[in-house]
């Protein structure tokens, strides 16, 4: 049987509003709305998700956070720095091999995103938008090959 694993982009963090640094700018009012939004079409789902990770960056983890509470998951939030703006295949596969059981839900950035699953799912062209998530089946762990099953825009989940 194949494993799931969730894709799913940080929400609105506006760039031109902040003048800190990248890694901490946070999600926009209407950015935090639409992921709660999203979050209940994710619980209307029923995705079984059991553990969240996220990006280190600070858009990442608050919608990390908003997705899981919504969800409930048990095993809450891990924050893991290689889901950061430079994630590669070779992260997807060191966090498979860590988290080894169960459905994930994976938090992250464009384009690196894109990259993965294209590279994963046999050179799939896709874009996340900001709250998108994708479902990909994975039939081998190591390397990672699976099926896109599916990429929904946030707009289909409700936000």
């Known amino acids: 049987m194949a494993r799931r694993i969730y894709f799913l982009r940080h929400g ?8 800190g640094a990248d890694d901490r700018r946070p999600l926009t009012d209407e950015g935090r709305e639409a992921l709660e939004r999203s979050a209940a079409g994710l619980q209307r789902l ?18 990390a956070d908003i997705v899981a509470d919504i969800l409930g998951c048990a095993g809450g939030v891990v924050v893991d720095r290689r889901l950061g703006p430079s994630f590669g295949p070779g992260d997807l596969a060191a966090l498979l091999a860590e988290h080894h059981e169960g459905r994930l839900l994976l938090v992250g950035h464009e384009p690196s ?29 190591r390397p ?5 099953e ?6 289909a989940l409700g936000a």
């Open 113 to 141: 995103f894109s990259a993965v699953v294209g590279m994963v799912t046999g050179g799939s062209r896709l874009t996340f938008r900001k709250g998108g998530l994708a479902r990909v089946d994975l039939v081998r762990e």
């Open 46 to 63: 029923d995705l079984g998700v059991d553990l969240v990770l996220s990006s280190p960056l600070v858009r990442a983890v608050q919608t």
């Open 144 to 148: 990672p090959r699976g099926s896109l």
């Open 150 to 155: 599916w990429l929904l825009p946030p707009r």
């Open 12 to 19: 609105k963090a506006d760039r031109t509003a902040w003048d």
